[in-house]
């Protein structure tokens, strides 16, 4: 991967740079972090307002947790979780920034570690931490289902 | 301004926090005029100017079917601007 992506990503996310991450894509904007949170990389879930993207049908078109944990209910996640690793279980995490709107989500892999999509750069692997204290604020909210 | 929007807003999840971009903004103060430039920096390189075009135009030429999925938006407001007038 070019030297150039880490460079923008830790730019971006300071933390990254004492963390270990791993960049796994090539950037592109076709699919964000929640399309990418929900398994899907090939269209882009989003919640303004304005026609064109795709948002799941009656769950509120506005970015606020309660929107974004409506919407990962639907998809059978339940709140309450914390970030370790549990078996049978598959988890996302909400980040937020000091308004408490919601920046990003992030999924867990089967190995601990977590994936995400960065806007429209690359997917990384990366540990939870290594994407706070940046515009994506810190970890609001973690949510679990059963695998 | 294009260029300076693409750079500084990428990381942003949400397309309502990249259009709320100074850049962005000020692309969609310029009014009307500036919508040929976004049409032909759409077919140059996809990228989310779609709450721009909407903003300038309150046009919805993507289909259901097609929401969300970047290379057919752009797709559909290219064939929207040659319907118009603008290629």
Not at chain 1, 45 to 74: C, D, H, N
Not at chain 2, 24 to 48: C, D, F, S, T, W
Request: with cysteine.
């Amino acid at each position: 991967m070019a030297i150039n992506s880490k460079t923008r990503l830790e730019a971006l996310f300071p933390q990254l740079s004492s963390s270990s991450y791993q960049i796994k894509s090539p950037a592109t904007p076709q699919y964000n972090c929640i399309a990418w949170a929900a398994e899907e990389d090939d269209r882009w879930w989003e919640p303004v307002p304005v026609p064109g993207y795709y948002w799941p049908r009656r769950i509120p078109r506005e970015v606020t947790l309660a929107s974004l944990t409506m919407l990962f209910q639907r998809l059978g996640y339940r709140p309450g979780a914390d970030e370790t690793l549990e078996a049978g279980c598959e988890k996302i995490a909400i980040y937020a920034d000091f308004s408490g709107a919601p920046t990003h989500v992030a999924r867990q892999l089967a190995n601990g570690k977590w994936t995400s999509k960065i806007g429209t750069l690359e997917d990384i692997e990366h540990d939870l931490e290594g994407l706070t204290l940046s515009d994506y604020g810190t970890v609001a909210q973690i949510m679990k289902r059963s695998a | 301004m294009a260029q300076t929007w693409r750079t500084e807003a990428a990381h942003r999840s949400f397309v309502t926090q990249m259009a709320m971009h100074p850049a962005y903004q000020r692309i969609i103060g310029l009014g009307p005029e500036v919508i040929p430039l976004i049409l032909k920096e759409l077919e140059r390189e996809p990228a989310h100017w779609f709450w721009a075009l909407y903003a300038l135009t309150g046009e919805d030429p993507v289909p259901s079917k097609d929401r969300g999925k970047l290379d057919k938006m752009a797709q559909a407001w290219l064939k929207w601007g040659q319907e118009h007038g603008y290629q």
